[in-house]
C-alpha cells in the first residue's frame, strides 16, 4: 500500500498542509490573544489611573479612611464594578485601605503577587491569573501612588476578562473547523492532482514491463509538454530504437544460425569445462553415430584439457575418426580475461587429402614416365657420343630409338596439355552436328589398317540414321582411344566389334573385344590418369595411360556417360552414352 506513489503524494501533500495551517493557527490565535489582552490591559490602566486621582486622598489624608464613621460609605465600595471584578487600595505596608471586594477586608494585608511587585518594584505591574473558583480568567493592573518622590501606597484593579478568552475560543473553534475543511478539500484535489501526475508514471511503468517482456506493440500516451510528457516521448523513442535494434538483432542471430547450420564445416561448442553444449549437421555428420555421440564428441575430436596448452588460444590438429580424417580447428572465447567457453571448427579434409594424394601420384607418374624415355635418350646419346667407331647402321639404330622415345614425350605432352584443357575448359568446343553412322564408319576405317596388322577383326555392326550435338573431332579421339584399345589388348585371330542402338532420347555406343580382359581388381581404376593393367606391354606399344582417362572427360563435357565392363581372359566391352537433341528427326 505505502509503494503506490499517489498515496506517498497525498499523504505528503495533506502533512506540509497541516503543518502549515497549523504554524498559521498558532501564530494567529497568539498574536489575537495577545492582541486582546493588551487592550484590555490599557483598558484596566486607564480605569486605574483615573481611580488613582480620585482615591489617593484617601492616603494623604492621614491615614483616615472612608466609611469609618457609621453610616459612612467606601468610596470603592459604590465604584461600578463588572461581575468578578474588585479594586483594592493599599498603603505603602500593603494593607488593604480601601476595597470594593467588601469592608471585611480593610485592615488587612493583601499578598497578591501582581500588589506584591508593585509595592517592591515601585512600578505598574499587570498579570492574567485564573480563578478556578469562579473558573475564570481575571485580570488584575497595580499601579504606584506617589506623593511628590514619596511612596504613598498602590490602586490594584482586579477585571473579569473571561469574555475575552470565550471570543479566543470561539475564534479557534472557527479557524480549525475551516482547516479541517480547507485539509479536506486539500485532500481531494491532492488526489485529483496525484493521478494527474502519477498515471503517466503508471503507463510508462507498465510500458517498461511489457518491453521487458518483449512487446513493443504499444505506446505511451502523452497528453502534455511538461516533464511528464518528455518522459514519454524518450520511452517512446527508447521502445522504437530498442524494437529496431531487437529485431536486428534477431535478424542477425537467425541469419548467423542459418549459416552455422548449413555451413559445410562442422560447428561445435564447448563451455569452460569442455562439455558439448551445440553442434550444427555437419558436425553431427562427422561423427560416428551422429546426435547419439553429442555428450562424447570431445572426447571422440580429442578436445581434452590436457592436450590444450593453456598459454594458446587457438589449436589445430588432423584426428582420424571411423575412416575420415578430420581436421580440428579450436577457439578459446575470452570474456573479460576469463575463458567463457570453446568453439571447433570441423573440416573433414577426407577427400582433400584423397586429391593431394593424387596430385603426388600424378606428379611421380609424370616424373616416371618422363624418366624412361629420357634415360633412354641419355643413354644412346652417350653411347653415340663415347663410340666413334660404330657402324652407320648400329648409328641409325640408336637414332631411331632416340627420335621413338622423342615421340612418345610428345605423345605424354600433348594428351596431358589435352586433359588440362578439358578440366579447365581451357580446349575450345566447336558444337556442330555429328551423323552416327559416318561417325563410327570413319573410326572404323581409320583403325582398319592397325587391326589388319594385328590380325584381328574389326566388324562394324549396322548403325541407326541419327544425329545428335557435339565436338567431331574430339568424339573421334574417344573413339580412337577406345577402338585402338580393344585391337591393341586383342590377341591374333580376335575380334573387335562395334555397335550402336537408340535407346529414348540417347545415343548407346558399344565396343567389345575378346581380348586379354581386365582383372576385377584394376576396373575401378583403369579410368585415372597413367593407370595401366598391363604396364609392361603398354610402353612397350607407347601406350600413355591418360587415353581413357582423356575419352571420360570428353564424354562427361557432352553430358554423356562413360563405362566399362571386363572378364580376366574372356574379353572387355567399353560402352558410351551420348544425349540426342531433343526434336531432331532421326
Known amino acids: 500500500m505505502w509503494r503506490s506513489i499517489r498515496l506517498k503524494f497525498v499523504v505528503i501533500y495533506l502533512l506540509l498542509m497541516l503543518f502549515t495551517l497549523q504554524l498559521i493557527g498558532a501564530y494567529f490565535v497568539r498574536t489575537l490573544n495577545a492582541s486582546l489582552v493588551r487592550d484590555e490591559v490599557r483598558g484596566v490602566q486607564k480605569q486605574v489611573s483615573l481611580l488613582a486621582a480620585i482615591v489617593k486622598p484617601e492616603l494623604t489624608s492621614g491615614g ?30 500593603g494593607v488593604v485601605e480601601d476595597t470594593s471586594a467588601g469592608s471585611a477586608l480593610i485592615g488587612q494585608k493583601r499578598i497578591d503577587s501582581v500588589a506584591t511587585q508593585a509595592l517592591v518594584g515601585h512600578k505598574s505591574v499587570s498579570a492574567v491569573r485564573y480563578d478556578p473558583s469562579a473558573d475564570q480568567h481575571l485580570l488584575a493592573v497595580a499601579m504606584p501612588l506617589f506623593q511628590g518622590d514619596r511612596f504613598i501606597g498602590i490602586l490594584e484593579d ?18 480549525y473547523t475551516g482547516s479541517a475543511l480547507v485539509l479536506a478539500f486539500t485532500a481531494l484535489l491532492g488526489i485529483g492532482l496525484s493521478r494527474t501526475i502519477s498515471r503517466p508514471i503508471l503507463d510508462v511503468t507498465r510500458q517498461t514491463a511489457r518491453m521487458a517482456k518483449g512487446d513493443f506493440s504499444r505506446r505511451v500516451q502523452v497528453v ?6 518528455q518522459l514519454g516521448h524518450a520511452v517512446n523513442d527508447l521502445a522504437d530504437k530498442l524494437q529496431t535494434a531487437l529485431s536486428e538483432n534477431l535478424r542477425e542471430r537467425e541469419r548467423l544460425r542459418a549459416i552455422i547450420t548449413y555451413m559445410g564445416d562442422g560447428v561445435l561448442t564447448f563451455d569452460r569445462d569442455l562439455r558439448p553444449v ?31 596448452a593453456p ?3 587457438e589449436w589445430n590438429w588432423v584426428r582420424e575418426l571411423d575412416g575420415a580424417l578430420l581436421h580440428v580447428h579450436l577457439t578459446a572465447i575470452q570474456r573479460e580475461a576469463d575463458t567463457d567457453g570453446y568453439v571447433a571448427v570441423i573440416r573433414d579434409v577426407t577427400e582433400q587429402e584423397r586429391l593431394y594424394q593424387k596430385q603426388r601420384e600424378f606428379v611421380a607418374n609424370v616424373s616416371h614416365e618422363l624418366r624412361t624415355p629420357l634415360t633412354s635418350i641419355k643413354s644412346y646419346l652417350e653411347a653415340l657420343g663415347e663410340s666413334g667407331d660404330l657402324d652407320e647402321q648400329t648409328r641409325r639404330t640408336f637414332l631411331d630409338v632416340c627420335r621413338q622415345e622423342a615421340d612418345r614425350m610428345v605423345r605424354i605432352t600433348q594428351d596431358l596439355l589435352q586433359l588440362s584443357g578439358l578440366e579447365t575448359q581451357g580446349i575450345r568446343y566447336v558444337e556442330g552436328w555429328v551423323d552416327a ?22 566388324d562394324l555392326r549396322p548403325v541407326p540414321q541419327l544425329r545428335f550435338r557435339g565436338d567431331k573431332d574430339l568424339l573421334d579421339r574417344v573413339l580412337d582411344n577406345v577402338i585402338g584399345n580393344a585391337i591393341k589388348y586383342t590377341a591374333a585371330g580376335g575380334q573387335v566389334r562395334v555397335s ?16 586379354i580382359g581386365i582383372p576385377e581388381s584394376d576396373l575401378p581404376h583403369v579410368f585415372e590418369r597413367f593407370y595401366r593393367v598391363d604396364k609392361a606391354r603398354s610402353r612397350r606399344s607407347g601406350g600413355t595411360g591418360l587415353g581413357l582417362t582423356l575419352a571420360r572427360e570428353i564424354i562427361d563435357l557432352h553430358g554423356g556417360r562413360i563405362g566399362i565392363e571386363s572378364k580376366l581372359g574372356q574379353g572387355t566391352k567399353v560402352w558410351l552414352v551420348l544425349p540426342l537433341t531433343e526434336g531432331e528427326p532421326a
Open 500 to 515: 550402336a542402338e537408340c535407346e529414348r532420347d540417347k545415343l548407346r555406343v558399344c565396343v567389345e573385344d575378346t581380348g
Open 437 to 458: 553412322e559416318e561417325w563410327l564408319t570413319a573410326a572404323c576405317q581409320r583403325l582398319e589398317m592397325q587391326a589388319r596388322r594385328q590380325g584381328v577383326a574389326l
Open 278 to 308: 551445440y553442434a550444427n549437421e555437419a558436425a553431427l555428420r562427422c561423427l560416428p553415430r551422429g546426435a547419439e555421440d553429442f555428450s562424447r564428441a570431445g572426447r571422440l575430436l580429442g578436445v581434452q584439457r590436457e592436450s590444450l
Open 224 to 229: 502534455s509538454d511538461d516533464e511528464l510528457g
Open 64 to 93: 483616615g479612611r472612608s466609611g469609618d464613621k457609621p453610616g459612612d460609605a467606601s468610596l470603592l465600595s459604590v465604584f461600578p464594578q463588572p461581575q468578578g471584578g474588585a479594586i483594592y487600595l493599599l498603603n505603602s505596608k
Open 311 to 313: 598459454a594458446q588460444e
Open 158 to 175: 482586579v477585571v473579569s476578562i473571561q469574555s475575552t478568552y470565550s471570543t479566543m475560543r470561539q475564534v479557534t473553534t472557527i479557524f
